[in-house]
């Protein structure tokens, strides 16, 4: 189907346009959005979502907006720091609102929702009432994909069985359905690549769709140039040198999908087994790149373990061997943990523990997703990183950590910057509101980025709407 272009242009808003470049980027005022897409490609959101927090003394970064320097814990993601909003001080303020809060924030953080009484756990507690974000971004963006949004993780994330429930699920397709992602690689590949081949026919079509985009765009331009007074047709010229060096890009176009060998079957109980994590964790990432690489999904969805995850834990990466992860997490701030007291050695062991396994996960997200993440594909990828809670020990969902990487066209959000909202303290001010921003602006946020702009709220209406405006 052809696109006929009907619009009256004047000097003011075609050198607007113009001025931006000679790049698809700047052709894109000139056409409607699905054309625009069309040249540029689809706008792709990742989530990826840990529990239990961090040591927020270790993670936050050093310096001013712009002149910041990235923590420690956060170094891994410094080949992306031009691409990076690092967001201090949000709130996940809407687990307050719900039943206990703490460790409930998990079902919070992505809905906006407090979580309500109901007939899960000792606790009492129920599901939220509500979808996660990425449900109406994948309802306008993934309607044209295999999966309008697929769901990786690794155990202990799961529906059902011991400290499971709201503090352990991420994402919801809606009241009172927990999305449980996929905790095998081996049933992720099955899933995703059933009957699916990166092959030339692929390679073909993408290339033919493409050329003739380019060629709506150089005819259109072409027409408006003699509409324009003479000092102007010098940056239309421009323009038209980009469409052409477009065209001869497509010469070289390269397969971006290339379904990968199959993951070795996992039982159970490896599926289960903390040492095997980090192995998991790294194909359930590669699958994800190649999964948006094929356009198998354009919104995919991480989860790492919730707050009460149980066993020992990674002692090779950094989280030593001395307390399971729960109990680890705990002895940050606690005080005693079931009657025996905490020492403070035992109390700064755990802080390290913590901040290794955050700078562990930023390593993975790194060198594992992003790096994996064909560039055509990172260049319109939006990837947003928080946990629940700030610190392990004090189950506080006050001033969460959260790293946005936008892909160098996506064209959104002011990136290269630290952001930081109040004068909350990790430790001496718990759960007290201290000048924070809620998350759930930072929700309305992400829909605009991806389009959806008719969004205004998401989640609980009692908490202050709008984007978060700060992050343009």
Same mark, same amino acid.
């Given at each position: ?17 113009? /001025? ?104 009492? %507690? ?12 994948? $309802? ?8 309008? $949004? ?6 202990? %994330? ?93 010469? @070289? ?21 903390? +040492? ?39 002692? $090779? ?30 109390? +700064? ?5 913590? $901040? ?34 700030? @610190? ?21 959000? +002011? ?19 201290? /000048? ?37």
């Amino acid at each position: 189907m052809s696109i006929v272009l009907r619009r009256r242009w004047s000097r003011r808003t075609f050198l607007r346009a113009a /001025g931006v470049g000679a790049s698809s980027i700047a052709l894109a005022p000139f056409l409607p959005k699905p054309t625009a897409e069309a040249l540029d490609g689809p706008k792709r959101l990742v989530l990826i979502t840990n529990g239990q927090g961090t040591d927020m003394t270790r993670w936050r970064p050093s310096g001013g907006e712009l002149d910041f320097t990235l923590s420690s814990l956060l170094e891994p993601l410094a080949p992306y720091r031009d691409r990076m909003l690092v967001l201090d001080g949000v709130d996940n303020e809407a687990a307050y609102n719900g039943f206990l809060g703490g460790h409930f924030g998990m079902s919070s953080l992505w809905t906006g929702v407090g979580i309500p009484a109901g007939p899960l756990r000792d606790e009492g %507690v129920g599901w939220p009432q509500a979808a996660s974000v990425e449900r109406r971004i994948a $309802a306008a963006i993934g309607t044209d994909t295999r999966f309008d $949004a697929f769901y990786w993780g690794t155990w202990p %994330v799961a529906v059902s069985g011991p400290n499971q429930g709201p503090n352990g699920i991420a994402y919801h397709r809606g009241p009172d359905q927990p999305i449980e992602p996929v905790l095998s690689p081996d049933r992720a590949f099955a899933r995703l690549f059933d009957g699916v081949t990166g092959d030339a026919t692929t390679i073909e079509r993408l290339r033919v769709e493409r050329q003739s985009v380019i060629d709506l765009v150089g005819g259109e331009l072409t027409r408006v140039r003699a509409e324009l007074p003479e000092a102007d047709r010098l940056r239309l010229d421009a323009h038209l040198e980009g469409i052409r060096s477009l065209e001869a890009k497509l010469a @070289e176009l390269h397969p971006l999908c290339v379904v990968p060998a199959a993951p070795r079957e996992y039982t159970e109980s490896e599926v289960h087994d903390y +040492r095997l994590h980090p192995e998991i964790t790294e194909l359930q990432f590669e699958l994800m790149a190649i999964a948006l690489a094929c356009d198998l999904t354009r919104v995919a969805c991480f989860q790492w373990p919730h707050s009460e995850g149980i066993g020992n834990f990674m002692a $090779a990466e950094g989280y030593r061997d001395f307390g399971s992860f729960h109990t680890s997490a705990h002895q940050m701030s606690y005080e005693d943990i079931d009657g025996v007291a905490v020492t403070d050695d035992e109390r +700064r062991i755990a802080r390290e523990d913590m $901040a290794n396994l955050t700078r562990w996960r930023a390593e993975k997200i790194a060198t594992q997703l992003l790096d994996r993440i064909a560039p055509e594909v990172l260049a319109h990828t939006l990837v947003v990183w928080a946990a629940e809670m700030s @610190e392990g020990g004090t189950h506080s969902n006050r001033n969460v950590p959260i790293v946005m990487i936008q892909g160098s066209d996506f064209g959104y959000f +002011r990136t290269g910057r630290y952001l930081r909202w109040g004068t909350w303290d990790p430790i001496a001010d718990f759960n007290q509101y201290k /000048g924070g921003v809620p998350m759930n602006k930072v929700l309305v946020s992400i829909c605009h980025a991806m389009g959806v702009e008719d969004v205004t709220t998401v989640g609980d209406t009692s908490i202050e709407g709008g984007p978060l405006e700060e992050l343009r």
